[in-house]
């Protein structure tokens, strides 16, 4: 059996493109949210966006783009295919304008 190198969802930086692998869960909810959505094994999507402090995720998906919290996002686990750079904030300014 081949080897699958997946990692749950909530650990992908943002600007990734990932393939969900398996879904972790037996709460019949989450399973029936997720699978009204379309994250089911094989299918492929690109994480826009994270929220710092464990908000909610971005994903870019066909036909709609869908936003999913972080206790779901742990659940769903993927194939990160091409690993994007994460959130990156604007350099803070100091009271005189200038960057630190």
């Given at each position: 059996?081949?080897?699958?190198?997946d990692?749950?969802l909530?650990n992908?930086?943002?600007?990734?493109?990932?393939?969900?692998?398996r879904?972790?869960?037996?709460?019949?909810?989450?399973?029936?949210?997720?699978?009204e959505v379309?994250?089911?094994p094989?299918?492929p999507?690109?994480?826009?966006?994270?929220?710092?402090?464990k908000?909610?995720?971005?994903?870019?998906?066909?036909?709609?783009?869908?936003i999913i919290?972080y206790?779901?996002?742990?659940?769903i686990?993927?194939?990160?295919?091409?690993?994007g750079?994460?959130?990156k904030?604007?350099?803070l300014?100091?009271a005189?304008?200038?960057?630190?």
């Amino acid at each position: 059996m081949p080897q699958v190198k997946d990692e749950p969802l909530a650990n992908v930086p943002s600007g990734s493109d990932c393939i969900v692998s398996r879904v972790r869960t037996h709460d019949m909810d989450k399973l029936r949210y997720i699978a009204e959505v379309g994250l089911t094994p094989g299918t492929p999507f690109h994480l826009l966006s994270c929220a710092p402090f464990k908000g909610p995720l971005r994903l870019e998906m066909k036909p709609h783009d869908h936003i999913i919290g972080y206790e779901l996002s742990e659940s769903i686990w993927v194939e990160v295919k091409k690993k994007g750079e994460g959130n990156k904030l604007p350099p803070l300014k100091t009271a005189y304008g200038k960057s630190n």
